[in-house]
């Protein structure tokens, strides 16, 4: 990687401010913890920080190690701009020897392995809203960046070790809005994707569909109505069928057994029409209204608890995440923690590659 002006580095592709440059000599890798399509996730550690280290593919050919740099750099790119709370915690990058993305990780795991673990029985409602919040805050807060995510769906939503916060992760099919006229039809998974965007599938090779970030809010509303029932969205059909289905049928996910608030919120986010469905600023209002009428307010906790010198604050929970949609579905997150692992389990990062 070369050395740019004072405001960072640069390659062809890659565009990273120091700060977030990652010096690979000091990042250790231990297990794997997940795999897909384009990358692998360890779990690692960095400066003495535990930390999922994603490395990314870079392909075979020059066509398609292009490709794979402009979407690494598009990720990054990202990652970078956006800091929440719900949102996985960004560390660093970098490009060489291999292109690497370093963020905290998150020990509770996949959202799909935890309602998985759940079955048959289902979250409480407060628990279930609780999380929709969370998901919801997050895309709101990319949104407001103009940033579109595509691939919402439980995989990309890890929790807290605590299992009281869901983090959002995996950016590796996000787009900015503005390059929407840019996008084709490299989508995430069928079966919680919008219908304007599946058909981009069928158009003629070399046809753009537009659409616009309502594509998250219609992923939402098939999260949210599977956080509620636990059960899989479209259950029957493969993939496929389940996208047929929405896209060219308008067939949804039953309504029926929901509270009448809670089925108005769910239907207008997967409405056929993406200009009918509400933002995420919407739709958070919406959940705490209906928060609201499911449980009372919190009581007022008087002001001189915070003011107290000798308040203990709770430390931070563990961050976030495996950055990617895990395939592995044992479900298992390593019982050791790592520090208690012999100095030998881990290599340097540099010795692999």
Not at 113 to 129: G, S
Not at 222 to 243: C, D, R, T, Y
Not at 309 to 322: D, H, R, Y
């Amino acid at each position: 990687m070369e050395m740019g002006s004072s405001n960072g580095f640069y390659s062809a592709e890659f565009n990273l401010d120091a700060k977030w440059l990652v010096d690979p000599k000091l990042l250790f890798v231990g297990p794997k913890i997940g795999e897909g399509a384009h990358a692998k996730v360890y779990e690692g550690k960095y400066k003495n920080q535990t930390v999922a280290i994603k490395v990314v593919h870079r392909g075979e050919t020059p066509e398609e190690i292009a490709k794979k740099e402009a979407r690494f750099a598009r990720e990054v790119s990202m990652l970078s701009r956006v800091q929440h709370k719900n949102l996985v915690k960004f560390i660093g990058a970098c490009k060489e020897p291999v292109m690497v993305i370093v963020t905290e990780l998150l020990l509770g795991g996949t959202l799909r392995k935890y309602l998985l673990n759940l079955r048959p029985r289902c979250l409480e409602t407060h628990v279930a809203i609780g999380f929709a919040l969370d998901i919801a805050r997050a895309m709101e807060c990319l949104h407001s960046h103009g940033i579109i995510h595509r691939d919402l769906k439980p995989e990309n939503l890890i929790l807290t070790a605590d299992h009281k916060t869901v983090k959002l992760a995996d950016f590796g099919l996000a787009r900015e809005e503005s390059l929407t006229e840019m996008m084709t039809a490299e989508t995430g998974t069928y079966r919680w994707m919008a219908p304007e965007l599946y058909s981009t599938v069928t158009l003629r090779h070399g046809e753009k569909k537009h659409y616009n970030h309502k594509v998250d809010a219609y992923s939402f509303a098939i999260v949210l109505w599977e956080l509620i029932h636990n059960k899989l969205p479209f259950e029957g059909m493969s993939n496929l069928q389940a996208a047929y289905a929405a896209a060219f049928k308008n067939v949804r996910p039953s309504a029926d057994n929901l509270p009448e608030d809670l089925a108005m919120i769910v239907t207008s986010c997967w409405q056929e029409d993406p200009n009918a469905r509400p933002n995420f600023t919407q739709i958070i209002q919406m959940l705490l209204h209906y928060l609201s009428t499911i449980s009372p307010p919190e009581p007022a906790i008087p002001p001189r608890i915070f003011t107290s010198k000798n308040a203990v604050l709770p430390p931070e929970s563990p961050g976030t995440s495996s950055l990617m949609a895990v395939r592995d579905e044992s479900g298992e997150t390593p019982k050791t923690p790592m520090e208690d692992k012999p100095r030998g389990f881990f290599f340097c990062f540099n010795q692999c590659y």
